[in-house]
């Protein structure tokens, strides 16, 4: 089963909308982290966001914003005011206890966002 | 200048040749990692590593083989390539668990894309 699911393969959005990235996760590890990454069409992996288990608010980075509601197991990734910059593809990565005791990060397929005018 | 350098950038190969990959880190990061992406599949992991010596295999390690003799390298062979292997392979590190592995984001290299013919 997989243990992150990015249901939208695709969005779109108008520039200075904001727009949000689905992502559910799967674990039974009470200790856990989630993260979202950006991979701009140059194909760098950015580090966006990070969300942890135990974290009793919403993590805020600029513009970007996680709504992480634990009971439903999900962590959508919020774009505020979007730019024509944000066009990208975007992942959401889960860090939970393997087997072992190694923190091994499992990424979704991503969701390809594109901002028009 | 600090950070994480793939080598080369673009390879093109031919089916049974050895080829390999370079991923070099100057933060001293225990944890590296090497993984695969493609086009409908994310980021899927071959090889990590959680410390100098220590490899282990991830979700799709066949036909690959790593090896760490010093912390900062994390070199990713392919032994006999064939026409599958082609692909754009990211090596990645991150801090190591010490209690709280699981809110370490990775950073990525800019990536190789590997052509095997």
């Known amino acids: 089963a997989q243990k992150i699911t990015q249901t939208q393969p695709g969005m779109f959005v108008q520039e200075k909308e904001a727009v949000t990235l689905d992502c559910t996760y799967d674990t039974s590890d009470p200790s856990y982290g989630l993260f979202w990454y950006k991979q701009p069409s140059s194909g760098e992996m950015i580090f966006l966001i990070y969300?942890?288990?135990?974290?009793?608010q919403n993590a805020t980075e600029g513009r970007y914003s996680l709504n992480f509601q634990k009971a439903r197991k999900s962590a959508n990734l919020v774009i505020s005011a979007s730019q024509l910059g944000d066009s990208a593809m975007y992942f959401c990565a889960m860090r939970d206890e393997a087997s072992g005791g190694s923190y091994i990060p499992t990424f979704g397929r991503g969701t390809s966002l594109i901002v028009h005018p | 200048d600090a950070g994480i350098t793939q080598s080369p950038r673009y390879k093109i190969t031919e089916t049974g040749r050895q080829v390999t990959l370079m991923c070099h880190q100057t933060w001293s990061h225990s944890y590296m990692f090497w993984y695969r992406q493609d086009l409908g599949h994310g980021l899927r992991l071959i090889y990590y590593s959680a410390a100098a010596d220590i490899t282990d295999k991830g979700e799709v390690p066949d036909g690959y083989v790593v090896s760490r003799s010093k912390t900062e390298n994390f070199p990713l062979t392919l032994e006999s390539a064939t026409r599958s292997q082609t692909s754009v392979y990211f090596c990645a590190s991150s801090e190591s668990r010490q209690g709280v592995g699981s809110n370490q984001p990775q950073h990525f290299g800019d990536g190789t894309r590997l052509s095997i013919l």
């Open positions: 969300q942890g288990s135990y974290d009793q």
